[in-house]
């Protein structure tokens, strides 16, 4: 069985900085993805990376980078120039290649940052 | 981009009554839609998982009498939440598999916000 273990609650942040949320997890299944979500108060979920298993390099959009640790099963979130407006929840989630499979997601990350 | 529009945002119903939820893929067509459910302060949980013209699969501990799913286009998937309670009281988002590839194969609705009084 798949398995996202987030294992911080809540996070602070100086406004400028970088901060990194952390996400391991457990799979058997040799091929499959990673994801990061935002969840602001509003509720939605707001996609920001994905990674593949067979990624060779660690993936970055904008401010977000993924740190891809294969061998660790680990796969955290770097912000960089941390803005007022990343206060939200952050979820970790994971899905298998194989079939038409849901999302499993982590406990999230609550960050907050301070101006 | 792929877009899933989810309906209402939020309602608020009185116990006993029974709360649709819709939610539409406005410029793909969704095989298959998950439905998860996420109280205060926790994590998104898996519900059930329909696939259009075939009955959901649920999970472990959801009551299928409970919480109706119909996926009878490839278009539109309700979430019906029967005899509601205050327990149920919840934040419902659902999940379809865009096969386009935005969002690595994963559109979010909004969210529904149910409150049962």
């Known amino acids: 069985a798949q398995k996202i273990t987030q294992t911080q609650p809540g996070m602070f942040v100086q406004e400028k900085e970088a901060v990194t949320l952390d996400c391991t997890y457990d799979?058997?299944?040799?091929?499959?993805?990673l994801f990061w979500y935002k969840q602001p108060s509003s509720g939605e979920m707001i996609f920001l990376i994905y990674q593949g298993s067979y990624d060779q390099q660690n993936a970055t959009e904008g401010r977000y980078s993924l740190n891809f640790q294969k061998a660790r099963k680990s796969a955290n979130l770097v912000i960089s120039a941390s803005q007022l407006g990343d206060s939200a929840m952050y979820f970790c989630?994971?899905?298998?290649?194989?079939?038409?499979?849901?999302?499993?997601f982590g406990k999230g990350t609550r960050l907050s940052v301070i101006a | 981009g792929a877009v899933v529009s989810q309906h209402p945002s939020r309602v608020i119903c009185k116990s006993g009554t029974s709360v649709k939820i819709e939610c539409r893929s406005l410029d793909f067509q969704a095989t298959t839609m998950f439905w998860y459910r996420q109280f205060p302060k926790q994590s998104l949980m898996l519900m059930a998982t329909?696939?259009?013209?075939?009955?959901?699969?649920?999970e472990q501990g959801v009551e299928k009498d409970k919480f109706l799913i119909n996926h009878a286009s490839l278009t539109l998937s309700t979430l019906t939440v029967t005899s509601a309670h205050p327990e149920d009281s919840s934040f419902y988002i659902c999940s379809a598999r865009d096969l386009s590839g935005e969002g690595y194969g994963y559109t979010f609705g909004s969210g529904t916000r149910l409150t049962v009084v």
């Open positions: 329909s696939n259009e013209g075939s009955k959901a699969t649920y």
């Open positions: 989630a994971m899905r298998q290649y194989s079939g038409n499979t849901p999302l499993v």
């Open positions: 799979t058997s299944d040799p091929s499959y993805g």
